[in-house]
């Protein structure tokens, strides 16, 4: 079976990939998905333009926060569903299928791959959340998970263990569905490389029709915003870091400019493609996000390592009270930072899920779902002890900006703890240039991911047209904060957050479909 297919060969379908295809001024788009999402796009910021943006932050944040009440338990089970889920596959003999058929080999190296998946899903969320996160849980600057009492040493391992919950098995396995769904129709079916192929064995040539053109125009408008938003909060970050650091304007201007830089890097990194943009990036990535783990590890050993025990324990013990919707004395700080986070993490799921799919032929469904779901975890509960141990030690002792303040700027949380480590300037900058290529890394790859949707499946769009989504990314979120800085950017990520409830259905329809099509693959021996 060849790597990609001209021909969808389940189920007799005669469809064709790209046949639907508009060749163009250097495009070759699907029609009507890409017209129909950039018609979409153009509105919306018009929208944006005639409103006031605290209005449309208003009116967003109403919706999100009536999604997020009313539909708390299914986004709740869902994940949860998602974990049992993948972890139902790991042990099945489903595990053994390979993605690609039995003679197909691993595009990556293993650490490459691993690189490119983390740094696609979380690297950039670590680096923004990893010190204020556990802070917040710790200090209750928005309420205590659990209704534990703040300051106390039982805040401090329920505060890891929440941190953990949040970032740890049930994202990853949502990652994992789509991406596990996408890679197996694609490679092992030969259907396109497109959200609405993983429903194939639902609807059948009707994927081909406007329920699978629906269903596609969401994941670019869900996938194009999310990143917007994060290329506009990333920004926020950075340009709060320098300022920090080297007393620089830390205003809208600044974080334009280093919204355009980002952009600019990501175009050359786009038209480079996966193995000379994409994986060199990740690469750096991984050394950068290491070799600064590592320095703050060593210099705040007793706090790192001590912590990692009670990070492991507060998640293990408390995964399954933190993952019950029912009868919640903390139903605040659930609705606000648990729901919440489903929700986002269910919204960027086209995105990461694809290029993980894109990245991952030729890997066993079992040796897929344990690198997706456990590698990462680990990773992460070593990353949150560390940065988190260090910042909540900071916070107890009453040292520093944290502890005389708590936190009161997310954004500056990570660089306030660096405060009281040895070389803060050369670890701030080190934290920027990550922080930055995180941002170029998310771009490049989200472009390839929505060139592909909107390509029909095709896995090799034109490159003007990867440059043309490349550029949208970054005009959106430039775009949103010279017209209304702070509150437009919360407007955005309020509406990414609120297209997580259809896409939870989606993701459940998922599941139900991935199972038909396993049922027709032969079982590697």
Known sequence: MSEYHDKYSIENTDYTVGQDNVQKWGFDVHNPVFGISAGLIIIFLVAILVTDPATAKKALDGIKWDIIGNFDV????????FVLFCLALIVSPYGKIKLGGDSATPSHSRISWLAMLFAAGMGIGLMFWGVAEPVAYFTGWYETPLGV???TAEAAKTAMGATMFHWGLHPWAIYAVVALSLAFFSYNKGLP???????????????????????????VLATLFGLATSLGLGAQQASAGFNHVFGTDGGVGLQIGVIIGVTLLAIISVVRGIEGGVKVLSNINMILA??????????????AMGNLPNTLLGYIENIIPLSNPHGREDETWMHGWTVFYWAWWISWSPFVGMFIARVSRGRTI???????????????ALWMSIYGGIAIEQVASGVGSLGEKGLTEVPLAMFQMFEQLPMTKVLSFIAIVLVLVFFITSSDSGSLVIDSITAGGKVDAPVPQR????????????????????????????????????????LLLMCVSLILGLRTEPRSS
């Open 74 to 81: 299914l986004f709740m089970w869902a994940a949860n569903l």
């Open 149 to 151: 009492e703040a300051k």
């Open 193 to 219: 490389l497109s959200i609405r192929s993983i429903f194939y064995p639902i609807l059948g040539d009707r994927a081909w029709g406007w329920p699978g053109h629906v269903i596609d125009i969401l994941a």
């Open 290 to 303: 290491f070799a600064l783990l590592l320095f703050v590890a060593l210099v705040g050993f007793a706090a």
């Open 366 to 380: 079992r040796e897929f779902l344990i690198a997706v779901l456990l590698i990462p975890t680990l990773v992460t």
């Open 467 to 506: 440059v043309f989504w490349a550029s949208i990314e970054g005009a959106i979120a430039a775009a949103l904060l010279w017209i209304g800085g702070k509150e437009a950017m919360e407007a955005l990520q309020a509406g990414a957050v609120s297209t997580g409830l259809p896409f939870t259905i989606v």
